[in-house]
């Protein structure tokens, strides 16, 4: 759980500044990360034990840096795609977007919601994630994977009403992915080779047409009410 610094108030404009509300407790860097128990294979649990510091300082990070999002308990580490019966691993994070509802955000289409999601912390998760350069490069380590799930607008906000999540999750290979964030690669071809799902709930939606756009939110952005605490390393 949060403990040590407040959180943040306020309101999500997808064009401005990002406002998130107050009841997510966040899971310590060290419980975001995966156990080694639910790793199945040899080179899964390999892969983890290698690179537990490094995920844990990825962790960090993300805890310290960016209060506005929470790393899901045990949900950063070396996934395989949902239903494959191969070993290949993605270096994987599940991120939930902390905020309260916005009009302008409620007002768009869902797949509109999804572009906009995916374009502020997808591509900024996997970038965070390329960074980590000697866990990519390791061959057993064949793509990047970023899970975002965020309050689907009208759900869980009225007295008695119940919330409902909307989760994106995408798999691409590693080759793609850094030629992507290097410009080498376009949007569209990067969607084509990704594999990705949208879930409404509990209910898949399966693939959605989505773009992608420049946003430079979780780069920029500095909350006004919190400061990390001193030795955190916020790039």
């Known amino acids: 759980m949060l403990r040590h610094h407040p959180r943040l108030l306020g309101g999500l404009l997808l064009t401005a500044a990002l406002v998130v509300s107050g009841g997510v407790g966040h899971a310590a860097p060290e419980d975001a990360l995966m156990p080694l128990e639910r ?9 983890a034990s290698t690179y537990r510091t490094r995920l844990l300082q990825f962790s960090e990070q993300i805890y310290h840096c960016m209060p506005w999002l929470d ?14 019966e191969d070993d290949d691993r993605y270096l994987a994070t599940w ?6 509802e916005d009009a ?15 374009s502020r912390y997808g591509v900024d998760m996997l970038r965070r994630l390329s960074a980590l350069a000697d866990v990519v490069a390791d061959s057993d380590v064949v793509g990047l994977s970023v899970a975002l799930t965020w309050l689907k607008p009208g759900t869980g906000s009225r007295p008695g009403s119940q919330a409902v999540n909307e ?21 569209e071809e990067f969607l084509n080779r990704a594999k990705f799902n949208l879930f409404d709930g509990q209910d ?11 946003d430079s939110f979780n780069s920029t952005y500095k909350a006004s009410n ?3 605490p001193r030795g955190a390393t916020c790039p």
Request: overall charge positive; proline content about 5%.
């Open 167 to 187: 989760t994106f999750s995408l798999f691409i290979d590693k080759a793609t992915a850094l030629d992507f964030l290097a410009k080498r690669v376009s949007a």
């Open 95 to 100: 991120v939930y977007v902390d905020q309260r």
């Open 226 to 228: 919190y400061e990390p």
């Open 71 to 84: 790393v899901h308990r045990g949900e950063l580490g070396f996934k395989r795609t949902p239903g494959s």
């Open 204 to 214: 898949r939606v399966g693939r959605v047409p989505i773009e992608i756009w420049e």
């Open 39 to 47: 790793y199945t294979t040899l080179k899964g649990k390999s892969l």
């Open 104 to 118: 302008s955000f409620s007002a768009l289409p869902q797949e509109r919601r999804v572009s906009a999601m995916f």
